[in-house]
């Protein structure tokens, strides 16, 4: 059974991904605060085999847990990077706390997991690392959020090409997607993006989540540091 | 006469636009002294392939490179905000994948994102932004254009500086883009 590892499990976007993963899949979680709902998700569904808590914003945790996970998991053959936050502020009034943390969150430890990874990991062949369309065109209020997708996005392609082609590295762009994270997102900019968008619609979870299920599928073949974009198109 | 503040240029980046006659360089400590036209902000390179070796070390340097660009950024944008009018410029060097481990390309592209978003956000202000894209000019690179398309001339750095300039120029019509001013390493793929 392939084994996952899956940050930000704890997430709408983690919880949809694990619903949507096949029966064959078994997943190692990180969460960072939610711990009743780690426990409740361990009790409800079969696939998870543990969850660690982690804070991504602390140096020492972050490093120690990672390691830790790895060690007693060495039989991970997947990663999906999917832990991310936004702390949105005009590029003039943003702090450096809140570029600094959704850029550890969203980017520089997404890359450290898949290095560490990527050495002590025998088995791993695929990693899927979470991006979003707002790297792709920028977003008012979203300097920070948006070069740290970018970034991500950058970072795989050069994963794939420093790795070569033992381990599949792809990342997953979607556009506006129907949570928690939207819902914070002003009308004006919603009714923007509905107005751009074939679908006019704004996605839905499990939309995002079959896709990366079909990513990390043995079938998904000679897609090497590709973006898929799921944004209904709205970048077109 | 432009006036220009110059952020992390390199030598030849600062004597050409010096050389030009054409701009006022303001110095850090004088950029709050009257208004600016250009903000010209060189993005630190960022060349760590021991990144992918996971030395903690080395990811706490890449995030202090991070936050220095990010300072650098809001440092400007505030600036062009407090006197409605000025364009930020930000130039990169796009080394992408000429070495397998060119964590630069990460970079480079965090800046377009950071570009487009910033664009956006002057634009009431009557600000803008926009990017230019250097190609790196080194053996490996000539190498590599000369076997694989011998007919495309290599544009040295000095070449692409002057395109540079000549951009800058136009600075009035130039909003939100990303201009690469050498040979695009690109065409090597």
């Known amino acids: 059974m392939p084994k996952i590892l899956l940050t930000g499990a704890t997430g709408e976007f983690g919880n949809a991904i694990i619903k949507e993963l096949p029966e064959k899949y078994r997943v190692v979680g990180t969460y960072s605060n939610n711990v009743e709902k780690a426990k409740k998700m361990m009790e409800e569904n079969e696939k998870i085999v543990s969850m660690y808590q982690i804070d991504f914003l602390d140096d020492s945790s972050f490093y120690r847990v990672i390691k830790k996970i790895i060690q007693e998991n060495t039989d991970i053959e997947i990663i999906i990077n999917n832990a991310g936050i936004k702390k949105d502020s005009f590029a003039m009034l943003m702090t450096e706390k809140a570029w600094s943390d959704v850029m550890n969150v969203n980017l520089v430890r997404s890359i450290y997991i898949t290095s560490f990874a990527k050495l002590n990991l025998e088995k791993l062949t695929n990693v899927v690392n979470i991006s979003s369309i707002s790297g792709r065109y920028g977003r008012f209020g979203q300097m920070n959020y948006a070069a740290s997708k970018a970034g991500l996005t950058g970072a795989t392609k050069l994963l794939q090409k420093s790795y070569g082609s033992s381990v599949i590295f792809n990342v997953i762009s979607p556009g506006m997607i129907e949570s928690n994270m939207v819902d914070s997102v002003s009308e004006n900019i919603k009714q923007e993006f509905l107005a751009n968008c074939v679908e006019q619609n704004v996605g839905r979870l499990e939309n995002v989540a079959r896709l990366i299920t079909y990513v990390i599928d043995d079938n998904n073949r000679y897609t090497h540091g590709s973006e898929f974009i799921i944004d209904g198109g709205y970048l077109l | ?189």
């Open chain 2, 1 to 189: 006469m432009k006036k220009i503040y110059l952020a992390n240029c390199n030598l030849k980046i600062t004597n050409a636009i010096v050389d030009s006659n054409k701009y006022n360089v303001v110095s850090k400590d004088t950029i709050n002294q009257g208004e600016v036209d250009l903000f010209l902000y060189q993005i630190p390179e960022y060349c760590e392939s021991r990144l992918l070796l996971a030395a903690e070390e080395d990811y706490k340097n890449f995030t202090e490179v991070l936050n220095e660009i990010f300072i650098e950024v809001k440092k400007c944008v505030q600036k062009i905000i407090k006197q409605k009018k000025g364009t930020l410029i930000l130039l990169v060097k796009n080394n992408k994948f000429l070495n397998c481990e060119d964590t630069n390309y990460i970079i480079t592209e965090m800046a377009n994102a950071m570009m487009l978003t910033i664009t956006k956000e002057l634009n009431p202000f009557n600000g803008k932004c926009y990017m230019i894209e250097f190609a790196t000019i080194n053996k490996e690179n000539i190498g590599k254009l000369t076997s694989i398309a011998p007919k495309y001339n290599v544009i040295s750095i000095d070449e692409q500086i002057q395109n540079m300039l000549s951009i800058m120029e136009v600075s009035s019509i130039v909003n939100g883009q990303k201009i690469k001013v050498g040979l695009p390493i690109e065409i090597v793929n």
